[in-house]
T-cell receptor, first 111, second 117 residues
Framework: SQQGEEDPQALSIQEGENATMNCSYKTSINNLQWYRQNSGRGLVHLILIRSNEREKHSGRLRVTLDTSKKSSSLLITASRAADTASYFCATGEGGYNKLIFGAGTRLAVHP | GAVVSQHPSWVICKSGTSVKIECRSLDFQATTMFWYRQFPKQSLMLMATSNEGSKATYEQGVEKDKFLINHASLTLSTLTVTSAHPEDSSFYIC?????????????FGSGTQLSVL
């Protein structure tokens, strides 16, 4: 099963610009997480926001959560070429808190 | 730390053969591991939840006799793709949760690219 949609599917920007990715989900959640995947590799956890939180920061990352709209956004400020990757949101469900991933956004940052 | 090792990184096999993929938690015990499948430029689709010492819980639409999961120890889960066919070609990724560090986030292996000829 897949949780929801991510928007945009692909994003191409220049170094130094900000990148914003959006995620929508369908069910009630305990938390929402963002992960990064470099091409053909495993995923790396970036940031987690709980259902009772509205905004969270980590370095150049800012995540917001709107539970009334069932949506979240990830902002990467002052982007770098090394930020080029796919970004996925994921929500925890069920007794095992399994993660269900969104469709992902492919970010390309050009030098 | 929370390192998850997955082997092999890639495998090519003939149609009809079986392929085993291993997922190990190197520096922590993982009572629960998760297996995902990913097609090119698509998201991760959860296949099953692997529980140490018990049967795996499969997601709807995933054939349990096709994708055999064994979680015999607290540090090892295996996924066996039985009688593989070209449509089974995909990127398979395992993940585990280190409950000492976090009961929420997952640590991922580097994935296995399976190509069935």
């Amino acid at each position: 099963s897949q949780q929801g949609e991510e928007d945009p599917q692909a994003l191409s920007i220049q170094e130094g610009e900000n990148a914003t990715m959006n995620c929508s989900y369908k069910t009630s959640i305990n938390n929402l997480q963002w992960y990064r995947q470099n091409s053909g590799r495993g995923l790396v956890h970036l940031i987690l926001i709980r259902s009772n939180e509205r905004e969270k920061h980590s370095g150049r990352l800012r995540v917001t959560l709107d539970t009334s709209k069932k949506s979240s956004s990830l902002l990467i400020t002052a982007s770098r070429a090394a930020d080029t990757a796919s970004y996925f949101c994921a929500t925890g469900e069920g007794g095992y808190n399994k993660l269900i991933f969104g469709a992902g956004t492919r970010l390309a940052v050009h030098p | 730390g929370a390192v998850v090792s997955q082997h092999p990184s890639w495998v090519i096999c003939k149609s009809g053969t079986s392929v085993k993929i291993e997922c190990r938690s190197l520096d922590f015990q993982a009572t629960t591991m998760f297996w995902y499948r990913q097609f090119p430029k698509q998201s991760l689709m959860l296949m099953a939840t692997s529980n140490e010492g018990s049967k795996a819980t499969y997601e709807q639409g995933v054939e349990k006799d096709k994708f055999l999961i064994n979680h015999a120890s607290l540090t090892l889960s295996t996924l066996t793709v039985t009688s593989a066919h070209p449509e089974d070609s995909s990127f398979y990724i395992c993940s585990a949760r280190n409950r000492v560090l976090s009961n929420e986030k997952l640590f991922f292996g580097s994935g296995t690219q399976l190509s069935v000829l």
